[in-house]
């Protein structure tokens, strides 16, 4: 039996992470706390990410040839990525019967096919220890009525974090996700708000079950965890950083 983990086995000092999608959100909230934790971060979005010691590039993880620039760029100042946490993602709502062809292709490819990119980009960096953690969310396990696909797309996401986990179990690779859910951000909260002004029958839990809304640093806290060496036998799983909501049922029918 090895002894107790210490305080300093939570840390990640010299681990170098990549977080997509990081100029503000759930994205910007993990890479602060990584920071806290003493990582060294190469992060990435559409939107300039200020504020940062850090490498940081603006560019989409849709585009190709911008994945492969970013990633050689990771390469060459670092060598090597410890932990690789694919948050970038997006999503409106539209009723099913409503959504355009165009518009169901740019949610797949925002919330799924740029995940496995990214993934398999980086994988020929990351060596025995190193781990990734997929931004999924609530919706991955529950109706989303209004963001079908998109639910869809994070069903996927988990799906791809199991099946991944066996297949990089024989690298020592690491593969888990974390679904938050009521954690407060810009995005988040414009959706929030206009489903529970009416625009739809549905409404989303108002608080969850602990009786209060949660912060994106939770989120960035449960990465943490699964980054560190604590979560050394952890693998394949689902961490719900949502007070409770997964267990609960989450969506409650507001109409007779």
Not at 233 to 248: E, K, Q
Request: charged residues 20%; negative net charge.
């Amino acid at each position: 039996m090895r002894k107790p983990y210490t305080p300093e086995e939570i840390l990640l000092t010299g681990k170098v992470a990549v977080v997509t999608g990081a100029a503000r959100g759930l994205g910007r909230a993990v890479a602060e706390t990584l920071r806290e934790f003493g990582a060294e971060l190469a992060l990435c979005d559409r939107d300039p990410i200020g504020g940062f010691d850090a490498f940081t590039m603006t560019m989409d993880v849709r585009d190709p040839a911008a994945l492969e620039v970013f990633a050689q760029a990771v390469q060459e100042r670092f060598g090597r990525v410890d932990l690789l946490v694919n948050n970038a993602g997006g999503t409106f709502h539209a009723a099913f019967a409503e959504l355009s062809p165009r518009g169901e292709n740019a949610l797949i490819a925002e919330n799924f096919t740029q995940v496995t990119a990214v993934i398999r980009r980086f994988l020929p960096l990351m060596s025995p220890g190193a781990s990734i953690v997929n931004v999924t969310s609530s919706e991955a396990h529950q109706a989303a009525p209004g963001f079908a696909v998109y639910a869809a797309m994070k069903a996927a996401v988990e799906s791809l974090t199991r099946s991944l986990a066996l297949e990089l179990a024989p690298r020592g690779i690491r593969v888990n996700a974390i679904a938050p859910d009521a954690l407060p951000t810009e995005g988040e909260e414009g959706v929030r708000e206009r489903m529970l002004a009416g625009e739809s029958p549905f409404e989303p839990v108002r608080l969850p079950p602990l009786g209060r809304l949660g912060d994106p640093a939770d989120a960035g806290a449960a990465v943490v965890f699964l980054a560190s060496a604590m979560a050394g036998f952890i693998t394949g799983t689902t961490v719900h950083v949502d007070g409770g909501i997964h267990a609960a049922g989450g969506w409650r029918r507001t109409e007779p």
